[in-house]
């Protein structure tokens, strides 16, 4: 124990960077300092010495575990702790790095990569802040930093992994808030790689939205995260949902849907890994409770002497209660129907024999049918090619599609869709937006996984196609409005809005040609002209385009989909404008997310990486002939995600 008054003490004298031995000796109640083997300062305990035993730990760099009061910053070239008292030449002959006698109780000398205790003592370490070895020293850099050593199993490294895990959240915490591609407002994995990230189980339930998603646990299973929220704009998050643990038939929680059943349950419906489709029901308020059935997998993987074998495949299910009876859809090529009647599921055939507009090898993956209108929807995605959806009837346990879009044309960049009808009847669907960079910039990043933005869903008029339209809760985030009005954009040329700029923006725009047939907006416009992502109505073409060729300069992006095809930078999806219709378009900008609705019949979404702190500018361009902005609104958008 040191004397709260240090006045009367010297003052140390060398340069910073000067190494210099500090021992400290304690002997009954007396205690003294040396300084490189020289007495430096002696006195007397007041109190009786204190004894240090087995569920003692160390700290350096910080005198209190849980305070900040005694900083040391610096370099640590060795350190030891003694169980005996040594004498002033036994002190000056100690030399770094080099063994002594007596031999230390414990010693770091800080020589390899990981700052472990020689003398196998204080086996458990923790590195806080911005503390590391390097050169055979332990770095200080600053009053973050400091080292902490434990015995095996000692108690107080429940307090050690208590500091640690709040110090790492926050440097987490920092280094998202600075991620300039990480987005503010769609939903985006709350920390890790998650791949994949598939959307899941949506469901309303008890005036809250619920929506899971598939993650990674330390060990790599797949697991079920769990989020809510009551305006679809800001999500709290749930414990873990689902998990694989000892003794459950399957290794991991693969995708799936929720439903409510005749007793008024919840019932996730899910792929159970290495296992086959597996429930799990929940009553619970907040749905934090999932009791898995103790009879899963209810519909196990067929085996190749099973005489199911070959008929159906058992993954990705899809249930959902009709007229007293539960269905299910299980994934494959083609999907195929069951049935429950009590506890036992019947295999009922083939969904659909034949889909139309579909290769014969895409496979139906993710399936989400519900009714619509007076029509039904099959939703659901072939690995290679991302979303789409059929419209058609449910007749006699089949469904007949009579109508068949996608809802990503380039590649499978929208990807896993998931909806749920809310108290107000609105059909609601999410989508993950894959990760288009490059797998080591995805690593150092921290986190990969991003949910569209919810879409509203409802029959068009003709009966075979869907409006498209975001809900209104997504008004709440605006700031800061901008209107522009009775523009004319002359043929073959750009207009910069000078009062609109900005990574994280909402702009609805309603441009009416006048011979032109190429019109539209660029957004994330760099000052050089070098980084820009151009939105627009082809009209020859009839199509609705996102060109992110220029998106960025530096190579970020992957090579390859996810599902190993070529990735282009502009995706083209079917649009044709009416007579005399003007172009509505409402483009959504979350830092590194663009989401294009198009008059209420066709979305698109991209992703982007500018690269420049510049690439922040708006621009409006013709070709072919001049265009007049009816009216043109923008806000800034406020983030909704914690970080």
């Not at 190993?564 to 409402?586: T, Y």
């Amino acid at each position: 124990r040191t004397a709260k008054n240090q006045d009367n003490w010297p003052k140390e004298t060398s340069e910073p960077n000067t190494l210099i031995q500090i021992a400290i000796v304690y002997d009954g109640n007396d205690a003294a300092i040396y300084r490189n083997g020289q007495a430096y300062a002696h006195y007397s305990l007041d109190a009786p010495a204190v004894s240090f035993g087995t569920d003692s730990f160390v700290l350096l760099g910080r005198r209190h575990l849980d305070s900040a009061g005694g900083i040391f910053s610096g370099l640590i070239e060795d350190a030891r702790i003694y169980d005996v008292v040594l004498t002033q030449n036994q002190i000056k002959s100690l030399k770094p790095d080099v063994s002594s006698e007596p031999a230390p109780s414990a010693w770091w000398d800080f020589e390899s990569a990981k700052p472990t205790d020689r003398m196998g003592t204080f086996p458990v370490y923790y590195l806080f802040g911005n503390a590391r070895t390097y050169n055979g020293r332990l770095v200080l850099p600053d009053e973050t930093s400091f080292l902490v050593c434990a015995p095996e199993g000692k108690q107080i490294s429940e307090t050690i992994e208590m500091t640690r895990m709040i110090d790492y959240s926050r440097r987490l915490r920092l280094l998202f808030l600075n991620d300039k591609y990480r987005p503010g407002y769609h939903f985006a994995a709350p920390e890790g790689i998650c791949m994949p990230f598939d959307v899941n189980g949506g469901i309303y339930w008890r005036g809250r939205y619920h929506l899971f998603y598939i993650f990674q646990d330390s060990a790599g299973k797949h697991c079920w995260g769990h989020i809510s929220s009551t305006d679809l704009v800001h999500w709290r998050h749930h414990p873990t949902a689902l998990e694989a643990k000892p003794g459950d038939p399957e290794s991991g929680i693969f995708s799936g849907n929720c439903f409510i059943n005749q007793s008024e349950q919840a019932v996730i419906l899910y792929h159970g890994v290495g296992a086959g489709n597996c429930i799990a029901l929940s009553n619970d308020e907040e749905l934090n409770t999932w009791i898995k059935y103790p009879a899963n997998p209810v519909v196990a993987i067929p085996k190749s002497d099973d005489p199911n074998y070959g008929k159906y495949e058992s993954w990705d299910p899809f249930g959902w209660l009709e007229a007293g009876i539960t269905y299910a859809i299980f994934g494959g090529n083609p999907p195929t129907l069951f049935s429950k009647t009590g506890t036992q599921w019947q295999y009922l055939g083939k969904f659909i024999a034949k889909f139309p507009g579909v290769a014969d090898n895409e496979d139906v993956s993710c399936p989400d049918f519900f009714r619509l209108g007076n029509k039904f929807v099959l939703m659901c995605i072939s690995h290679n090619r991302g979303c789409r959806y059929y419209i058609g009837r449910w007749s006699n346990e089949k469904f007949y599609p009579q109508a068949h879009y996608r809802m990503s044309w380039l590649d499978n960049t929208f990807f896993a869709p998931e909806s749920l009808q809310d108290n107000s009847g609105r059909r609601i669907m999410w989508a993950w937006i894959l990760d288009g960079r490059k797998e080591n910039i995805i690593k150092q990043s921290g986190w990969s996984g991003i949910f569209s933005l919810p879409r509203v869903l409802s029959l068009a008029e003709d009966g075979n196609s869907l409006k498209i339209d975001t809900p209104e809760e997504l008004k709440s985030l605006r700031y800061n409005p901008v209107e522009l009005k009775d523009i004319t954009i002359e043929a073959d040329s750009n207009m910069n809005l000078q009062g609109i700029k900005g990574n994280s923006l909402e702009i609805d725009v309603e441009m009416a040609s006048d011979g032109a047939t190429n019109f539209g907006m660029s957004v994330c416009c760099s000052d050089d002209g070098r980084e820009q992502t151009d939105i627009y109505c082809d009209v020859n073409e009839k199509v609705l385009v996102i060109d992110t060729s220029r998106t960025t300069v530096e190579d970020i992006y992957s090579t390859a989909a996810f599902a190993g095809s070529a990735r282009s930078r502009i995706e083209r999806a079917p649009f044709e404008l009416k007579k005399d219709e003007p172009l509505k378009l409402k483009i959504f900008i979350d830092k590194s997310v663009v989401e294009v609705f198009a008059n209420s019949r066709q979305a698109l979404v991209r992703n982007i990486y500018p690269s420049k702190d510049t690439s922040i500018g708006v621009k409006l361009f013709s070709k072919g002939g001049l265009v007049k902005i009816l009216r043109l609104e923008a806000w800034q958008m406020m983030p909704s995600n914690p970080y």
